[in-house]
């Protein structure tokens, strides 16, 4: 079964400090993910997507990276601030599956002053 | 602005009621679909549609139906609600596989 997997489930750092959001996939087989971000009582926005021939895509302070072999994707946020307080989702989308979107619970992230 | 645009934003229904969830996108895309969020379960496909013409079940289909009236409109109808189907519903879109998803800014549905 193709399952993606975030941890931790939340997560509170100081201003300015830089972090890590990880996400697991079990299966090799990806086309493609997909980093959003979602505010509380809002719709998904996208941040990046990452080809699965791809190892990394940069918009700003946010990068995400893609490690196939190893069924993992990482954001890495710079220097934090106390907008990017928000739930952060990624999503898989495996080959063969009409495009579908599989995703994480999501890491709740809280930038603290 | 161009993007995926959700009708109602909240509803409140009473159990065996009916009702239709409306989506629209604008960006020519040839894919739709249809997500229901729950809290620590988060998104699941309910419907999608590949390409106008065609529908499909997702993983939670049970209790919901759907309508790709054309290339821009794909509709989520509960014809019996039940407490449930309490979530928000969440329309997406895109256009092959290359590219990425855009969501709409959902329906936060209750039944009492």
């Known amino acids: 079964k193709q399952e993606v997997t975030q941890i931790p489930a939340a997560l509170s750092v100081p201003e300015g400090e830089n972090l890590v959001l990880n996400c697991s996939f079990t299966d090799s087989a990806i086309y493609n993910l997909q980093w959003f971000r979602q505010d509380p009582g809002k719709g998904l926005t996208s941040l990046l997507l990452?080809?699965?021939?791809?190892r990394e895509q940069t918009s700003g302070r946010l990068n995400a990276s893609l490690d196939k072999s190893s069924g993992r994707s990482t954001l890495y946020i710079a220097a934090s601030q106390p907008g990017d307080s928000a739930t952060y989702l990624c999503?898989?989308?495996?080959?063969?599956?009409?495009?579908?979107?599989?995703f994480g619970t999501g890491t709740r992230l809280q930038v603290t002053l | 602005n161009a993007g995926v645009t959700q009708t109602p934003k909240f509803q409140v229904l009473k159990t065996g009621q009916s009702m239709t969830l409306q989506c629209a996108q604008d960006m020519n895309h040839n894919s739709m679909y249809w997500y229901r969020q729950d809290p620590g379960m988060g998104l699941r496909l309910i419907y999608y549609s590949a390409s106008e013409g065609t529908t499909d079940k997702g993983e939670v289909p049970n209790g919901y139906n759907v309508s790709r009236l054309n290339k821009r409109e794909f509709s989520l109808r509960l014809e019996s609600a039940a407490p449930s189907q309490t979530s928000v519903y969440f329309c997406?879109?895109?256009?092959?596989?290359?590219?990425?998803?855009?969501f709409g800014s959902g329906t936060r549905l209750t039944v009492v």
């Open positions: 997406a879109s895109t256009i092959q596989d290359r590219h990425g998803y855009t």
């Open positions: 999503a898989a989308r495996y080959t063969g599956t009409a495009s579908k979107l599989t």
């Open positions: 990452i080809q699965s021939s791809q």
